[in-house]
């Protein structure tokens, strides 16, 4: 069940993101164009060819100029270079495609497992990064941090402008989309604030001692576990199933003036019927890092999306799960992965997405 027959020389195409100035004042900033995953050296050592850009839009792009002849790419969920069928289509050599980083949404999965290419991703990588993410991010919504923030920048002093909508998370029923990983831990950081009530929305029950351990309970119901919730974070896959799961139908099971963070992918939540419901009210405030479309334009809806008392933004550019910490373990993951692939090796099972023309979960008859 080896992912690749070893060969004497591989061109690995890694698009990644260039952090300019930053990469040479911060040599940690590893998933990036300048670092290059801190690979380079090792990978030429071996005689491989390494190839590393950021840019992946268009025909004519370097990345699609390179894909045609690559045996490997790399892309990160940051700065991710769409691997569509039509791409793959394209890439007649291509053997294995890694993620720097956690989620593959990127990647056409079906394609892949047509082609026997073995999707890989670094699993566990991030997941303190973005459940510290999503606690930061509940903290500025809820205490209107931004607003007093940006305030005090202008020069201004208004304390009841923001003290108008600023809140305690203590009291509050705060509950996840999604409960693995990332979404257990966040659970666990909310233990100490005190809240009303712990929820989860699952396909699968968490173990019971994993419950009772961060004192949540499972609801099955979506419109009975939205109605109840006060804040929602979202730490799901995208996939059929989710993709705009949070939509203006789903946003009216909601009370009026709750808040939503989303660390997870944007196209879980429909981006205009956020930026609605805020407008009218409906919701408080939406958080997080994610976009349905990476880099986000300038007219994206969540740049401008804010409530009807002027806050209740807390975007950010896709940062949660890149922290230097997370990078390193990327980095280390990614070198782990490339290393079993040209030794013939097994994969560590939780990194594999797919792998021998089947989902990784049905090639090993486990989840």
């Keep these: 069940?080896?992912?690749?027959?070893?060969?004497?020389?591989?061109?690995?195409?890694?698009?990644?993101?260039?952090?300019?100035?930053?990469?040479?004042?911060?040599?940690?900033?590893?998933?990036?164009?300048?670092?290059?995953?801190?690979?380079?050296?090792?990978?030429?050592?071996?005689?491989?060819?390494?190839?590393?850009?950021?840019?992946?839009?268009?025909?004519?792009?370097?990345?699609?100029?390179?894909?045609?002849?690559?045996?490997?790419?790399?892309?990160?969920?940051?700065?991710?270079?769409?691997?569509?069928?039509?791409?793959?289509?394209?890439?007649?050599k291509?053997?294995?495609?890694?993620?720097?980083?956690?989620?593959?949404?990127?990647?056409?999965?079906?394609?892949?497992?047509?082609?026997?290419?073995?999707?890989?991703?670094?699993?566990?990588?991030?997941?303190?990064?973005?459940?510290?993410?999503?606690?930061?991010?509940?903290?500025?919504?809820?205490?209107?941090?931004?607003?007093?923030?940006?305030?005090?920048?202008?020069?201004?002093?208004?304390?009841?402008?923001?003290?108008?909508?600023?809140?305690?998370?203590?009291?509050?029923?705060?509950?996840?989309?999604?409960?693995?990983?990332?979404?257990?831990?966040?659970?666990?950081?909310?233990?100490?604030?005190?809240?009303?009530?712990?929820?989860?929305?699952?396909?699968?029950?968490l173990p019971e001692a994993a419950a009772n351990k961060v004192g949540t309970r499972r609801v099955e119901d979506l419109k009975e576990f939205l109605g109840q919730l006060d804040i929602l974070t979202i730490n799901a896959p995208l996939h059929e199933g989710t993709y705009h799961l949070i939509n203006k139908e789903t946003l009216g099971y909601m009370k009026p003036g709750a808040w939503i963070v989303n660390t997870a992918r944007g196209a879980i939540c429909d981006a205009q019927a956020i930026k609605d419901a805020l407008a009218s009210g409906h919701l408080n405030g939406y958080g997080g890092d994610v976009w349905d479309q990476q880099p986000a334009p300038a007219n994206h809806p969540l740049r401008s999306a804010i409530n009807n008392m002027g806050g209740g933004n807390a975007m950010t550019a896709h940062i949660s799960g890149t922290s230097l910490d997370s990078q390193e373990r990327y980095a280390r993951g990614v070198k782990e992965i490339l290393d079993n692939y040209f030794n013939n090796r097994e994969q560590t099972l939780a990194n594999l997405i797919v792998i021998d023309g089947q989902y990784a979960s049905k090639a090993y008859g486990q989840r």
């Excluded at 069940?1 to 260039?18: C, G, Q, R, W």
């Design 1 to 92: 069940m080896s992912p690749a027959a070893t060969v004497n020389k591989e061109k690995i195409l890694a698009v990644l993101y260039s952090a300019g100035k930053y990469a040479k004042e911060q040599p940690k900033l590893l998933g990036t164009i300048e670092n290059k995953l801190g690979i380079k050296e090792w990978l030429e050592s071996q005689g491989h060819e390494y190839i590393v850009t950021d840019d992946k839009e268009g025909p004519d792009s370097e990345f699609q100029k390179h894909i045609k002849d690559a045996t490997c790419v790399i892309t990160t969920p940051f700065h991710p270079a769409y691997l569509t069928r039509d791409i793959m289509n394209k890439a007649e």
């Design 94 to 205: 291509l053997k294995i495609a890694i993620t720097a980083g956690v989620g593959s949404d990127h990647i056409d999965l079906n394609a892949a497992n047509e082609r026997k290419i073995t999707v890989a991703e670094v699993t566990g990588s991030n997941v303190v990064a973005v459940a510290e993410h999503v606690i930061m991010t509940i903290l500025n919504l809820v205490r209107n941090f931004v607003p007093a923030h940006e305030q005090i920048m202008r020069g201004e002093w208004n304390v009841a402008q923001v003290a108008r909508n600023s809140y305690d998370v203590e009291n509050k029923v705060i509950g996840t989309l999604g409960a693995g990983r990332i979404g257990y831990r966040v659970l666990e950081r909310l233990q100490p604030f005190d809240p009303k009530e712990l929820l989860y929305y699952d396909y699968q029950a």
